[in-house]
């Protein structure tokens, strides 16, 4: 509309990428932004879901100044590869004081500085980290830490601040393998039900 400044995220994006048509960004949508610092912010932007699937459809993890500017985007991601769309995963999560950006969808799970140059990706296929397809990513704690949360098991994964992004991976890993044995702790001293945690002990006060 005449009121909104221009040109939009969508025509930025469209003049950016040659081989693309402004339809391609139709009916486009924002997911939500998280702070890099106080001056910058990433805003996901993802084009059209289809009914029957939407793998290789256009999506982008915008940069944007304090004032509204397009800064840049996230690099080093191909739109099938490794598309959010399978599994509408397109949370991000950044860690301000340190200036890094997370993401994590069913194909891996990335890191960017806040220049937006990927500085990570690891491959879900790999066995070390195939059980972070089960996770959403959630937010990012003032720490550093990444909380991740169990789609089925209404459980919170988190995962230690890596010392530099190049040691995300043996993090995950680290994580991922004491994730087992503290669930079968816990499965033992709450009896959950359909992964429903109950504290059977707890008193009961009937109003």
Request: net charge positive.
């Amino acid at each position: 509309m005449s009121h909104r400044p221009r040109p939009s995220l969508t025509e930025h994006l469209t003049d950016l990428e040659q081989t693309a048509r402004l339809w391609a960004w139709r009916d486009a949508r924002l997911g939500r932004p998280a702070v890099v610092r106080e001056d910058l912010f990433v805003v996901p932007v993802y084009g059209h879901i289809y009914r029957g699937g939407s793998r290789g459809q256009r999506f982008a993890f915008v940069l944007i100044n304090d004032r509204g500017e397009f800064v840049g985007r996230l690099g080093g991601m191909h739109l099938h590869r490794d598309s959010p769309f399978t599994g509408h995963c397109f949370e991000i999560a950044a860690d301000p004081a340190r200036e890094r950006i997370y993401h994590l969808n069913r194909y891996g799970l990335f890191a960017w500085t806040a220049t937006g140059v990927r500085a990570q990706r690891l491959d879900l296929e790999d066995k070390r980290y195939k059980l972070l397809k089960h996770f959403t990513l959630a937010d990012c704690t003032p720490t550093g830490e990444l909380i991740l949360v169990h789609r089925t098991q209404h459980l919170l994964l988190r995962i230690p601040r890596p010392a530099s992004l190049g040691d995300l991976g043996q993090e995950v890993d680290d994580a991922l393998r004491s994730y087992a044995k503290e669930r079968t702790v816990l499965k033992k001293q709450w009896s959950p039900v359909n992964w429903h945690w109950t504290d059977n002990t707890a008193p009961v006060h009937r109003i």
